[in-house]
Each structure stands twice: as C-alpha cells, then as structure tokens.
C-alpha cells in the first residue's frame, strides 16, 4: 500500500511560481512511477507530467516550457516546479504513483488558484 501526500498549493498571481510537493509513505519509493494530473473545475483530471523509475519525463503540451517534474527516490519525495503560472493553470492538483503490478495509488490533492 502506498499513501501519498502533497502540498504546496496555495494562491499566487499570473506570472509567479509554486513548487509542489509529494511524499510516499511506502518501503521502496524507486520502484514506483510517479506523475502529477489536474482537475480544474468542471474539467476532468488530466496529466500534467510524468516521471518513470528510469528519470524519463514527459508533460502535457500546455505545461512544456513551463513545469519542471522532479523526485528524490533518497527522500520518497516528489515535486512539480510551476513557472509562469496562468489562470487556466488553476486546479486541484493529484499525485499518482504506480508500480510494476499496474496499480495506481492517488495523494488527497492540493488546491493551486492562479489569479489573473
């Protein structure tokens, strides 16, 4: 079982910066996938980046350039830096971890407003 809890979220203005955060109350942290999704309201959840075991990364189109996905596998944490933060960049934001058995674990979730 892998719990996980975020925080970090908070109000910031259009233009600034916020750095999520997520750490896994598990055995072995290295051996899980971990990603960030969004739920904006009345939005579905959508991912917003990911980062494999390997260090692979991968973002959606509407954060590239802007969000950086990290992980310290040494303190079963990991982040999400938000640079140049838009208001369409507001909503609940999940951490996902998944491991090599196909099972997916999901944070409580924090709230991140942008205002314009």
């Known amino acids: 079982q892998v719990q996980l809890v975020e925080s970090g979220g908070g109000l910031v203005q259009a233009g600034g910066s916020l750095r999520l955060s997520c750490v896994a109350s598990?055995?072995?942290?290295?051996?899980?996938?971990m990603a960030w999704h969004r739920q904006g309201p009345g939005n579905q959840r959508d991912l917003v980046a990911r980062?494999?075991?390997?260090?692979?990364?991968n973002y959606a189109d509407s954060v590239k350039g802007r969000f950086i996905i990290s992980r310290d596998d040494r303190k079963k944490t990991v982040y999400l830096q938000m640079n140049s933060l838009k208001p369409e960049d507001t909503a609940v934001y999940y951490c996902q971890a998944s491991d090599r058995n196909g099972n997916t674990y999901w944070g409580q979730g924090t709230q991140v407003t942008v205002s314009s």
């Open positions: 598990v055995r072995v942290f290295g051996i899980l996938n």
């Open positions: 980062i494999a075991i390997t260090g692979t990364r």
